[in-house]
């Protein structure tokens, strides 16, 4: 077989390699996409994600890393969409938390732990206690629903299917090399596609698991899969205009509208390895949630009952592993994050795999911006010295 040369292949058209395949072909890198399924992204957790860009809301589960990314990636976000080809839906409206009055107590849980985690300067900003009044003025068809509720200004979504299809037009359109449909493939089996690389980034999330092994004997695996479940409805009547968080003891969700009177409809992870299709009893508490929000989704369509996998590390959080050796980047483990800390955390990826080709991973070689404290590791999961 005829071999092509490139400087990066990417392993992985999810959506962190739809990223690093643009801002690394736009720097001038010639470079070769994988995928082991076609170019829709169906096989990716981001082709059924809310995307919802909300590092405040997340900080009540996650840590303050997250947050700093998230808070990163929403600018990101607002610059790439705007250079994008293509319109995607963005929206930075904030996000709306409400509760039932039997729920009160969920309500101070909820902001103990943002409180907690979250930058002060970020909560004093964003966060603004609303009455039924404040409600009602926010979001109109919930006027006389809710007595209480949270605004969490400046947080965002955007469309995750649009901006998968923009981010791989806008690859393409630099040149890049596709593969689709080339099944499991990993970094020694790119010579048998044709292709030689002389760095290799692998974006595959739980395709990668056997690089990502359990440190200690006993622990937890390296990677896990949590399970997501995830409602996308067509709702005519329903008329909410920013993403909604209901706060419930049980089963907590999410709502976030989409263009053309599209709900996306999801909630807190599982920890199960299980991809088969949803429960009844799943659907049932998902789309009963609903309902309590807003009797309107009664009539709604059900178009999609997905269940997603995010590739999960023990510590829940993101990480780049560099085999200078091998010249391999690893990046793995954006779990439920995905859409909210992708674009920082796949640019300092980028900047590893920059650093690489110019012969030179020392620390001046990364700016000091992407330089995110212990992100970026060595195969034996030691901070790489020259770029920590």
Known sequence: MTQQSFDVAILGAGLSGRIAAWLLSRAGARVALVERMGPDGAGSAAHVAAAMLAPLAESAIAERRIVELGIASVDLWRAWVAELPEPVFFQEDGTLVVWHARDRAEMSLFTSRVRAVAPPELVAERMRALDARGVAELEP???????QGLLLAGEGQLDNRGALRSLLHCAVAEGVHCVWEAGEVEAGDLPGLGIRADVVLDCRGLGARRDWPAQAAGGMPGLRGLRGEVVRVHAPEVKLHRPVRLLHPRYPIYIAPKPNDLYVIGATELESEDDSPMSVRSALELLSAAYSLDPAFGEARVLELNVQRR?????????????????????????????LIAPAVTEAACAVVRALLGG????????AALRWPGMIETDASRPLATLH
């Open 141 to 147: 068809a919930l006027a006389g629903r809710f007595q």
């Open 311 to 339: 590739p999960t590390r023990p510590d829940h959080l993101p990480a780049i592993r560099v085999d200078q050796q091998a010249r391999v980047v690893r990046l793995n483990g954006l779990y439920r994050h995905g859409f």
């Open 360 to 367: 030179d991973p020392a620390a001046h070689a990364v700016p």
